[in-house]
């Protein structure tokens, strides 16, 4: 255990975290999520017994997002439900993204086109998350300690 670390940041995740570079993305899915397919190739973490909400908390307390882009998070939209839906689930992450990061802005990304993004991301945690469609990308940005002018 560390001090101001979320105990559900292994020394695997956040090795994973640290690695990734401006721009690379990580997704964070739920238990149904193919992380084993999509992730071939790819470090893929397991937090079992951790919800979408508990994990994305957690990642997000290091992982700065992306300012430079116009959404720095997405999220599958799900199947069958009309534009501006999210579950409840979702709304969560939204929530806390919002609270975090006032520069975010977060996307709804078809299924299919999910996927095909999932495939070029940096990592894969899977969750045990129930909540079918509760995933997320996260786009990571930079940290600057000074002023850049």
Sequence with gaps: ML???????????LK???EMGHGDEVAVVDANFTATTLGAGKPVIRL??????AACCAILSVLPLDTDVSHAVGFMKMSDTPDGFVS???QHVI???ASNDTH???Q?????????????????VQTSEMQPFAN???TKGVIIDEPLL
């Design 3 to 13: 001090k101001g670390i979320d105990p559900l940041l292994s020394a695997d995740l």
């Design 16 to 18: 994973i975290l640290r």
């Design 48 to 53: 079992m017994g951790a919800d979408l909400r």
């Design 88 to 90: 409840q689930t979702q």
């Design 95 to 97: 929530d806390l993204v």
């Design 104 to 106: 975010a802005q977060c």
């Design 108 to 124: 709804a990304i078809e299924r299919f086109a999910f996927y095909e993004r999932v495939k070029a991301v940096y990592a894969i």
């Design 136 to 138: 997320f990308i996260f």
